[in-house]
């Protein structure tokens, strides 16, 4: 059996991919995260401060036998500089400790995103190859690829990096969740009676985008770290459609039974800054779980992500040349994530 340590294991990257591994049977799992879990059959948590080199190394020096590490963690920070320092310090601490106490250290996966090709800058060469040039640095994926390149010479570990777009799933508390953002933005909208409006930019109704499902990117993830073709190499993974909000938005405001009007620019993080006590009183109304309003508010990344008012796609034939198949009907992945987060109750 496999041993997988998945860093990062509460996201929504992470958390999916401990259930996909569970799924398989083939892997005993250790989640790690700095706030823990609750262990069950073949999964353990470890709740660890990865910024802190000792703790990572007292908290983790025992784990002899990890074969796989599936690197998903993430630190906020305001800027692009600043993301670099304790992205990058995660990761070496991972690796120094893990690879210093299991010998069987196979393959190390490493998730990362279209900021490789400079998307959160604007406007970029689309559809946006694994072979592109790099650009103007900062950028903490490059540095976190560099480290692994340069760290896995010699060795008789691998690696792999996994670049998908936006990716949508049910998870709380993360701060880059669109999925959630748009049903918590349409179960208010429904509330207060008022429209579904796109609040991003004018030219973001009409680009181009396309979107990774959750579970679809474990599945590829796993793939990518366990097939030999694949080794130092990196992947886009994405849904395998393409489309634009001015023709979705209108489709998932039916799914809540909402009316559209016009795009209504507007800064989420802005207009919903005050809305605490609307949330509390629709969880109350409907008799959901008491999820606290940070956890289902990532107004900022919403506010992102609507701001592209430029294609936002990549080029997924890599992966299809190399034997990875599955793809996801966009739609069908809102809708199933809504059902979702109604069948918990989180929305009503």
Not at 322 to 340: C, K, L, P, S, Y
Request: hydrophobic letters at 45%.
């Amino acid at each position: 059996m496999k041993t997988a340590v998945v860093v990062g294991a509460n996201g929504v990257i992470g958390g999916n991919l401990v259930e996909h591994l569970q799924r398989t049977g083939d892997w005993k799992i250790i989640g790690l995260s700095r706030r823990g879990g609750i262990d069950i059959e073949r999964v353990q948590h470890i709740a660890v401060d990865l910024l802190d080199g000792d703790e990572t190394r007292r908290r983790l020096s025992h784990l002899t036998d990890v074969t796989h590490i599936f690197y998903a963690a993430y630190q906020e920070r305001p800027t692009w500089a600043e993301l670099v320092p304790p992205n990058l310090a995660m990761l070496v601490n991972v690796i120094t400790v893990i690879e210093d106490s299991s010998p069987d250290l196979e393959h190390v996966s490493l998730m990362q995103g279209y900021k490789v090709y400079g998307a959160h800058l604007g406007p970029f060469k689309t559809p946006a190859r694994e072979s592109d040039p790099p650009h103007m640095p900062p950028e903490f994926n490059v540095d976190q690829q560099q480290f692994l390149e340069s760290r896995q010479l010699g060795k008789r570990w691998s690696w792999s990096a996994v670049r998908p777009s936006v990716v949508c799933g049910v998870a709380l508390g993360n701060p880059m969740n669109l999925a959630t953002v748009i049903a918590v933005y349409a179960t208010m909208c429904k509330k207060l009676g008022v429209p579904m409006r796109f609040p991003g930019k004018p030219g973001a109704f009409g680009s181009l985008l396309e979107m990774t499902d959750a579970s679809l990117l474990a599945e590829a993830t796993v793939w990518a770290a366990t097939t030999p073709a694949c080794a130092n190499q990196a992947f886009n993974i994405t849904n395998g459609d393409l489309f634009r909000w001015n023709d979705m938005w209108p489709r998932i405001a039916d799914i809540f039974g909402l009316d559209t009007a016009a795009p209504l620019p507007m800064s989420l993080a802005d207009v919903m800054a005050d809305k605490e006590p609307l949330w509390d009183s629709i969880v109350a109304e409907h008799e959901l779980k008491p999820t606290p309003y940070r956890d289902v508010s990532s107004w900022a990344f919403g506010d992102f992500v609507f701001s592209w008012d430029y294609d936002v796609i990549s080029d997924g034939s890599k992966a299809r040349r190399m034997g990875f198949h599955r793809f996801v009907d966009t739609e069908a992945m809102f809708a199933g994530i809504v059902a979702d987060l109604r069948q918990q109750r989180i929305i009503p």
